[in-house]
């Protein structure tokens, strides 16, 4: 695997379903992202973890609970979503929060 | 505060016409500057960055974007546009600092007409 893989690409669930979404990143960066895109909205960032650490929560619900393990891995636990929350789902890694990101292609979330 | 605008959420061109998507940006210290381009149901993909150096920056696919500081502009380009360039492009900036982030702008949808 290269660059910045996620799993699953398509997911559907009920408002009372616990699931994750995976990130993973095979470029050795040192800080990833989660995004929420929405139909004709602007880009939302979500999560920002550095070394680990997470640096920026954008005023996200607790419903969605990032967890980084590891620099290469970063993962997104959904529980109790609503119906607005379904958009697409970026993951990104950059080497430095400065610098040029490199993106997942996305989990397609389906809340009903 | 950094942040960035793109004027025109919507652009179409003709194929074989000259792509022009604009980007203006502010930021109080040089800035780095991005190009992303989206494809349907894809992430985004980096098609080209200014950091230093030379201010016309060459990418892939035949986009070209040039740093103007005077009129904090990073517009993107294509001489020709191909069917193939129908998507939606994102501009970013940053300042390169140890704790800022990149800010997206909110987008362009590029169409193609034949």
């Known amino acids: 695997e290269t660059g910045v893989t996620q799993t699953p690409r398509h997911l559907v669930m009920g408002m009372t379903n616990k699931k994750s979404l995976k990130c993973e990143q095979h470029?050795?960066?040192?800080?990833m992202y989660w995004y929420k895109q929405s139909a004709k909205k602007p880009l939302e960032l979500m999560f920002v973890y550095s070394l680990e650490e997470r640096v920026e929560n954008n005023s996200v619900p607790s419903r969605f609970s990032p967890e980084c393990p590891n620099s290469s891995h970063l993962f997104l636990h959904l529980h109790t979503l609503q119906p607005e929350d379904s958009a697409l789902y970026l993951c990104?890694?950059?080497?430095?929060?400065?610098?040029?990101?490199?993106f997942g292609p996305g989990t397609r979330l389906t809340v009903t | 505060a950094q942040s960035v605008t793109q004027l025109g959420s919507h652009v179409s061109v003709s194929e074989g016409a000259l792509v022009l998507l604009r980007c203006n940006y502010s930021?109080?210290?040089?800035?780095?500057l991005f190009w992303y381009v989206q494809y349907p149901n894809q992430g985004l993909q980096l098609l080209l960055k200014?950091?230093?150096?030379?201010?016309l920056v060459k990418g892939i696919n035949g986009f070209e974007a040039e740093f103007k500081k005077s009129e904090t502009s990073f517009h993107l380009t294509k001489p020709s546009a191909h069917m193939s360039d129908a998507a939606e492009y994102f501009c970013a900036v940053s300042n390169g600092g140890a704790t800022n982030k990149l800010i997206f702008g909110t987008g362009t949808l590029l169409a193609v007409q034949p």
């Open positions: 930021s109080s210290v040089p800035p780095y």
């Open positions: 470029l050795g960066h040192n800080a």
């Open positions: 990104a890694s950059s080497q430095g929060i400065s610098y040029e990101q490199y």
């Open positions: 200014y950091t230093t150096g030379a201010t």
